[in-house]
């Protein structure tokens, strides 16, 4: 077994187990309105819920293709052909995993150290662990960074990677807009403490920041693979020729 595919399989299976954990285990909230696992749209209101699941499922699809797919290389392989399952696993991760992750780590944690009420509410840890707190919001990052290191990933154009990361990003807008107008429920107590305008210039922000995060991964896979992008980028100019 090589090291990228050991990689992913063990962190799959600690993400599985932890994700299994969070839907059987907590089940409830400690009793406060600003955060609750209660009512309409149970936890996956929370965006932190749907980058755990895409976690797993990345991680889980990174060893189907490591066994049935491919991890080719421009420099491995010439002409560079990628299989179907590699072509999917660079996308999801250079367009959603990779850019979402960073998003909720660095928001996350920007806001807690401000005000941890405004995300985090001190009532939480009295059923969540801590352990699963940083399965959620801190190791994610080291995970991803992880994999980016040890496995080439081709990114797509970037017009096409930002087109993908916006419509989740929108997707996700709107479902928590429809939550707070059809259950009266605010998912974040951040977004509950502020004015009508304030929220829109908050959310503009955070547009921007995914944008900018993007282009972070983007920057990065470039610095660990540039020799890569380069014979790729070369391979194509032959082929014209």
């Given at each position: 077994m090589s090291l990228p595919a050991f990689?992913?399989?063990?962190?799959?299976?600690?993400?599985?187990?932890?994700f299994a954990f969070n839907l059987l285990k907590v089940q409830d909230d400690p009793g406060t309105n600003l955060f609750t696992y209660r009512g309409y749209g149970g936890k996956f209101k929370f965006l932190t819920f749907w980058l755990f699941f895409l976690q797993v499922f990345y991680f889980g699809f990174s060893c189907v293709n490591d066994?049935?797919?491919?991890n080719n290389r421009p420099s491995q392989s010439k002409p560079f052909l990628r299989s179907t399952l590699q072509r999917w696993r660079d996308i999801l991760l250079s367009?959603?995993?990779?850019?979402?992750?960073?998003?909720?780590?660095?928001?996350?944690?920007g806001i807690y150290f401000v005000d941890r009420e405004l995300?985090?509410?001190?009532?939480?840890?009295?059923?969540?662990?801590?352990?699963?707190?940083?399965?959620?919001?801190?190791?994610?990052?080291?995970?991803?960074?992880?994999?980016?290191?040890?496995?080439?990933?081709?990114?797509?154009?970037?017009k096409r990677g930002l087109k993908i990361l916006l419509s989740f990003a929108l997707s996700y807008l709107v479902w928590i807009l429809w939550v707070a107008y059809y259950a009266n429920i605010w998912v974040y107590p951040?977004?509950?403490?502020?004015?009508?305008?304030?929220?829109?210039i908050f959310i503009a922000i955070l547009m921007a920041l995914f944008i900018s995060i993007y282009l972070v991964g983007e920057g990065l896979n470039k610095f660990l693979w540039g020799k890569e992008r380069r014979n790729y980028q070369l391979m194509q100019q032959k082929s014209r020729s």
């Open positions: 990689y992913h399989l063990v962190v799959f299976i600690f993400l599985a187990y932890s066994i049935f797919g491919s367009s959603i995993v990779f850019p979402v992750g960073m998003f909720v780590v660095c928001t996350f944690w995300v985090y509410p001190q009532k939480l840890d009295k059923f969540i662990p801590s352990w699963l707190n940083h399965v959620m919001h801190t190791t994610v990052l080291p995970f991803l960074l992880g994999d980016m290191y040890l496995v080439y990933h081709h990114f797509p154009t970037r951040v977004l509950q403490v502020m004015a009508p305008h304030e929220r829109v």
